[in-house]
Structures are given as C-alpha cells and as structure tokens.
C-alpha cells in the first residue's frame, strides 16, 4: 500500500486501461469481454458448455436461471427429488426465472441425487456446486478430477485444509474454477478495491467489518472438557421420519448420520418466530453459519484492496462485549439469541465454566486480527458494510457501491451502466457466470480463483477457530498452521466419513 501525503486520483479511464495493481506482485484477475461468449451471434452447437448442476435449493434455481446463452444444462443432481422436480417443472417464484430453461433444457436433463454418480456417468464439460456447504470441495475436487471446469459456491469450504485440497488440485489439473463471489466482477466494487491498493487511502490502519455470528456446535465438536455435553445427536431437536423423497445419508455426506429433522435440513423455506429458518447453515458440521456465508463477501473485498489475495493474517484474538444484547439483536433476523432457538425444543445451553462464557455465546462476540504489515481487521460493525480506513481518508463499501470521505480523492469513477447489469429481479450472479464461461472457453483466469475464495473463507474459518478455543492465536498464512498451539491446528481439518473422504 503505498505512503503518499498525496491522493491518488485513480480513474475510471485509467483503472479499465491498466487492469492490473501498479507495483505489486498480485495481478488483478482478467475481466473477459462480454462479446466472447457471443462472437457470432448465438454459439454454434459445438460451442455451447454442456452443464451439470450440483444442489438445487434457491441459489441453484437462481444461478440456473442467469446462465447465458452458451450454456446448456444436462444433468441436475439434488438429494431430494422433490427439488429436482420444483426445478424441472417450476412454480411460483421460480416460474419466470427458470422460464428459458424449461422450454429449452428441462425434458431432456438427467436427473441424479448422488452427484458422484453424475460425475461418472454423464458426459459434461462443467459443473455448477450450489450444495450446502459440507459438499462444497468434495464436489468440485471430484469434477475437476474428471476433466470439468467449475463454478463452486461460496463459502468454498468447511474447513481450511479441505480448501486448501481443492486449490491443489485445480493447480494439478488446471481446470478453471471460479468461487461465487460475484462482487470480485462487479466494477464498482473492483474500482474500489483498485483504488485502495493504488494507494489511494494512503496508508491502510484498519478495516471494519460486521461482526457476523458463528455456527452453534455439537457435543461432539465441544473442546472444552469443563463444559458437559448438553447437545444430543440430534441438535436438541425431536427426531422426525425421513421424507420418501430425501436420501438423508448423502445430505449428511463427510459429516456423521444423525437423526432427521426438518428444521435441521430445510433452509429459507419457512419462519419461526419472525426469522427466516437457516436450517443446516446454523450449525458447525455443516457450516460456518453467517460468518462464513456473509462474511465472504465482504471479507473477499478486505483481502481484494489490501492486495492479499495469496495470504492472510498473522494474530487472531476475541473481544468479550459488555454485554451480548445489543449484538443478538441486530442478527436477530439471522439466527438465534444465544442458547435457545424460539418456537422450538429448547437447545440447552451449556452452562458457564469457572472463568469463561457458554460456546454458544461466544459465536457473537467480536474478533480482531492482524496482518504482518500492521493493518487490522476488526469484525465489529453493525450492517453489511466495510469501511477501510486510511492517513488520507475512508471508504465505506458495500455490494456495487462504495463512498470516500474526503470524496474529492475519487475522479470520474464507474457511471450508473456498471449499476444497471446487476440489477433486475433475478439477476444475481449474471456476469460472474458470464466470466467463467468465458474463461471455460478462452482458459483464461476467472475473477474470482480458488485460491482467492480459500483465502477469504479461511479468514472466516479463524474468526470461527477463535471464538470456539476463546484465546488468542498466531497464525502462519504461508503454510496455513497455527503457531505452537496444537488443538487449534487440530480444528484447521476434521474427520470425514467413509465414503466421502477426499481423493488424494
């Protein structure tokens, strides 16, 4: 970051001519044009992406209905036939969005729920990961291991040494994988990023982020022996049959079979007490919740104009709150106050130790880090926003918009027409799609690449790390350990089940 008293008055002009950070080793990553995807028209038979799509809850419908033109869809893979069916022969809210891929691909897709089963039978030259978060690296590492190019949901990974495994192995098969974080394509966000790595802040100090809340944890994940195992296997929650139409066992997949619940699968299909129910991204084995899913949008962006990309923190240490209050009731809307889940069996919390707070509470306390160059990040905001601070200045940013305080260190920067390609009911990732079919095509490097999206998720899977061990931790980016602390190194992997190991 550079040190000038003098602000750099970095344009839209001169940021779409370099396309690259002046002076540091990081490149920004490729913007395809648009027109490749179009060089005559509409593609040729031979030129259209033959596509599989892995997990079909509303990201999966929504990412099916923004693919472009070059793609077509042939196989659908979900562990409930009742979703492949929604997306087959869509209603309601998926009627228009899914309306080109009904007429066009829907009576002649295949239809999978074991998605390892698709990979080996179908032949495709990419895949679509829009599962829950637990199957995120085992299915992409298994498509790449075929021959296909992906497009992975983020948060890319459970844990941070399954993703490090997926960025190994797109290295060794050189597939083009691009993670969903799609404001790595949005070019107000990218003007910003540019502008702060450019020096145009001036030296970077810190970068407030919202302090999003981690998963609650199982018995089975508690690792403070002073606490007793209050969680039973099935998360506090009344054991239920499970659906005809449901393969439980694959949904569990790398994590342990417990007993079904509703509540404990469905995601954003119903409320309780007023909050959108999150189902399986409430709880560790299957997520790191909104730390994790939220969090890797705006954390992408810290790493982005810090010129990070390819490394991370060094310190990671907690903030008791005065009180947990205040922050509970801003994700209220989110998740759960601690130690109770409104509207259903109470999950018992478990009861405070000598000196130290319940697991559950610590999810919502905040969490600071820092980078070896000084910079820190500090997780403690309210709304969905950053704000970098600088010596010449601030910038608060968000998804496609960015303000800086004094305004005059930003001149000509993105008109409205970069706005208006994100804008429309339904379009949520239109133009990241576009880049990495682009980039399927022309095997250059997507905006946002698998070593970007674990970098950014590891980030999350600290705070996470923190919060549950409750001290301060050092942390080495280069070879991804944790420094003369052998329990936290012992949370950077976790046990995978039989069946669903990851291919060496």
Not at 26 to 40: H, K, Q, S, Y
Not at 223 to 238: I, V
Not at 438 to 447: A, Y
Request: charged share 25%; with cysteine; aromatic share 8%.
């Amino acid at each position: 970051m550079g040190t000038s008293k003098h602000p750099l008055r970095l344009t839209r002009r001169s940021f779409l001519r370099t396309g690259f950070v002046a002076g540091t080793s990081v490149a920004a990553p490729t913007i395809v044009p648009a027109n490749v995807l179009g060089r005559a028209g509409v593609p040729s038979a031979n030129e259209r992406i033959h596509l599989g799509v892995i997990g079909l809850g509303v990201r999966g419908k929504y990412l099916i209905g923004n693919l472009p033109e070059v793609a077509r869809v042939a196989a659908v893979c979900d562990c409930a036939d009742w979703k492949m069916t929604e997306t087959l022969r869509p209603k309601r809210r998926f009627a228009e969005i899914l309306a080109r891929f009904r007429e066009r691909d829907a009576d002649r897709c295949a239809t999978y729920q074991d998605y390892r089963r698709m990979l080996d039978k179908e032949k495709l030259n990419a895949v679509i990961v829009a599962t829950p978060d637990h199957h995120h690296v085992l299915a992409a590492t298994l498509a790449c291991n075929a021959g296909l190019d992906v497009y992975v949901e983020k948060p890319l990974s459970l844990t941070i040494a399954e993703g490090r495994h997926l960025a190994e192995t797109v290295r060794r098969t050189a597939r083009v994988v691009q993670v969903g974080s799609q404001q790595r394509t949005m070019e107000i966000n990218r003007f910003a990023c540019e502008f702060v790595r450019n020096g145009g802040l001036g030296r970077v100090a810190k970068i407030e982020l919202s302090n999003y809340p981690g998963p609650l944890l199982q018995a089975n994940a508690i690792r403070d022996d002073s606490l007793p195992r209050t969680y039973d296997t099935a998360y506090g929650l009344p054991e239920e049959p499970v659906p005809a139409d449901l393969n439980w066992n694959l949904f569990c997949g790398p994590t342990q079979v417990g007993p079904y619940n509703r509540r404990l699968w469905v995601k954003d299909e119903f409320r309780v007490s007023g909050l959108l129910w999150r189902g399986w991204d409430l709880w560790r084995d299957y997520s790191g919740h909104i730390m994790t899913n939220w969090g890797a949008h705006n954390v992408d962006m810290a790493q982005y104009a810090l010129g990070c990309d390819r490394s991370g923190p060094v310190e990671i240490w907690t903030v008791e709150p005065p009180s947990l209050q205040p922050i509970a009731t801003m994700w209220s809307h989110k998740t759960p106050p601690p130690g109770q889940i409104d509207g259903l069996n109470r999950i018992t919390q478990a009861p405070k130790a000598a000196s130290s707070p319940a697991v559950d509470e610590r999810r919502f306390w905040p969490v600071f880090m820092r980078y070896d160059n000084g910079v820190e990040l500090q997780f403690v905001l309210g709304p969905d926003y950053l704000v970098i601070h600088g010596e010449l200045g601030k910038m608060t940013m968000r998804r496609n918009h960015f303000e800086v305080d004094p305004p005059e260190l930003v001149k000509d920067g993105p008109g409205p027409e970069a706005l208006d390609i994100w804008k429309g009911r339904g379009i949520v990732a239109r133009p990241h799609l576009e880049n990495w079919l682009n980039c399927v095509l022309t095997r250059n490097t997507p905006n946002a690449t698998v070593e970007i999206g674990h970098r950014t998720v590891t980030i999350c899977h600290l705070s996470n790390i923190a919060r549950e061990l409750n001290r301060r931790l050092r942390w080495d980016p280069v070879n991804e350990r944790f420094i003369d602390d052998q329990e936290a190194n012992q949370l950077v992997d976790r046990a995978r089940r039989k069946g669903f190991e990851l291919p060496a």
